[in-house]
């Protein structure tokens, strides 16, 4: 029988070398939203297959082709969350949040499910920070919510000038019908170069067509006309005031009307921050408004809006602008040992040391004296201690700083932990 040895296509694995760069970016992302009043939801990997395709839409690439869908046990039609968003509507519905104090605003890191062809940027498991706000109908809910964007990736090390950031209105259900009309008419008139899937849109959605990915389709929707030619009053002062809140807040911004997203809950305000040095897979951070989206998965009327970043391609950019990230976290003591005793010693010390919150290792492959120091020099311990039955004997061990050779006699008593932490903290003191 053949090993098992690669990962399905499109899926990647974060080995131990690259994960803290994952969780310094991840608790990143976290802790910047909280100082925004984002607080962390999570949800199931999977739910009812209807609840994507009532949310997302019936009309989308997501739903038409990318979906991972399977029948369970039950005979039920389940489906990997193909996006946080719908699950979170769902989760806030279910447990009765959206009766509590409004604006309801969470965040969530989760991975999600895609099938697609495979590239940089694009695989078919990724990973998302989301972040969703409930309850407001004004424009300086989705301004904050892009400047809480913004700032998340200024945090984790994102170059400003290193992304733009597109906005664009698409209208709601009082103006869009007359903007599908428009775009029906102009598309009308080039049915026979559309693709198959866009002659489908053509009749349910002419709006997804601006989203088509075939060259032909693009150049078609390039002429097409543009929404913000079609908004009504209402949406018009709407996005008026989103760029007036985005000027008070000196975040700079571009309007693209050629924006529409991919997904088919998105009402009035929709935005991207895009980079131009991940090729084609530009887009970090997209999002908009979904005011109707909780009356459709059977809530009362709440104007909500939120916004996915995807962080492997966050990390692409991060890598791109060359960002500082910190170095994953070394070994503080390395115990070597020489004889049994002293073997059983230096695992009691070491256990001392980690509930004292020290990173400390001793050897558990039996190594001589010389291969143990070799494998401290690997984790690059900042410390090391060798003990052999002299040290057990008279109760004390020398502890040599790795990096400069010195060494200090120290007790390996009860106060062994206490000893270290007095003599690491006044190392680093004269340090700075």
Same mark, same amino acid.
């Given at each position: 029988m053949a090993l098992l040895t690669k990962a399905p296509r499109g899926t990647q694995d974060v080995l131990p070398g690259e994960s803290h760069r994952w969780q310094y970016v991840e608790n990143t992302l976290l802790r910047t939203a909280?100082?925004?009043?984002f607080r962390e939801i999570r949800f199931p990997t999977f739910e009812h297959t209807e609840l994507f395709q009532r949310s997302v839409g019936d009309t989308t690439d997501v739903v038409q082709k990318e979906m991972y869908t399977f029948t369970d046990k039950g005979d039920r039609s389940i489906t990997l969350r193909p996006e946080g968003t719908a699950g979170t509507v769902r989760a806030v519905m279910e447990h009765g949040l959206l009766g509590e104090a409004l604006p309801l605003k969470v965040s969530y890191i989760t991975s999600c499910f /895609?099938?697609?062809?495979?590239?940089?940027? /694009?695989? /078919? +498991?990724?990973?998302?920070?989301?972040? +969703?706000?409930?309850g407001s109908e004004g424009p300086s809910a989705d301004a904050e919510l892009i400047a809480m964007a913004s700032e998340v990736l200024t945090a984790v090390g994102v170059p400003a000038e290193s992304l733009t950031l597109e906005v664009n209105s698409i209208g709601c259900p009082h103006c869009r019908p007359k903007y599908h009309d428009a775009l029906k008419a102009y598309f009308e008139g080039h049915k026979d170069k559309l693709c198959p899937t866009c002659l489908e849109r053509l009749e349910k959605n002419p709006l997804r067509i601006l989203d088509c990915k075939s060259p032909i389709c693009g150049e078609i929707a390039a002429g097409a006309p543009v929404v913000l030619d079609h908004l009504? +009053?209402?949406?018009s002062t709407h996005f008026q005031g989103l760029q007036t809140r985005l000027d008070a807040l000196n975040i700079p911004y571009v309007v693209n009307p050629r924006i529409v997203r991919g997904l088919d809950y998105y009402t009035k305000t929709v935005f991207e921050f895009v980079s131009g040095q991940i090729s084609a897979q530009g887009t970090v951070c997209g999002g908009g408004r979904y005011d109707g989206l909780v009356e459709e998965l059977g809530g009362q009327h709440t104007p909500a809006l939120g916004f996915g970043m995807g962080i492997e391609r966050l990390l692409l950019v991060l890598d791109a602008?060359?960002?500082?990230?910190p170095d994953p976290v070394n070994c503080d003591i390395y115990l070597a040992n020489m004889g049994e005793a002293a073997a059983l010693k230096a695992f009691e010390l070491c256990g001392q040391l980690r509930q004292a919150g020290f990173y400390a290792e001793c050897d558990l492959m039996g190594r001589s004296l010389k291969a143990q120091m070799k494998y401290a020099n690997k984790l690059n311990a900042r410390y090391s201690m060798v003990l052999g039955d002299s040290e057990i004997e008279t109760g004390k061990a020398n502890l040599k700083n790795m990096s400069t050779g010195e060494q200090t006699e120290v007790e390996i008593g009860d106060d062994f932990s206490d000893i270290i932490y007095d003599m690491m903290a006044n190392a680093a003191y004269n340090e700075l």
């Open positions: 909280e100082l925004f009043g /895609r099938y697609e062809k495979p590239q940089a940027g /694009r695989l /078919r +498991e990724f990973h998302q920070f989301g972040a +969703e706000v409930f009504c +009053e209402e949406c602008a060359k960002a500082e990230m």
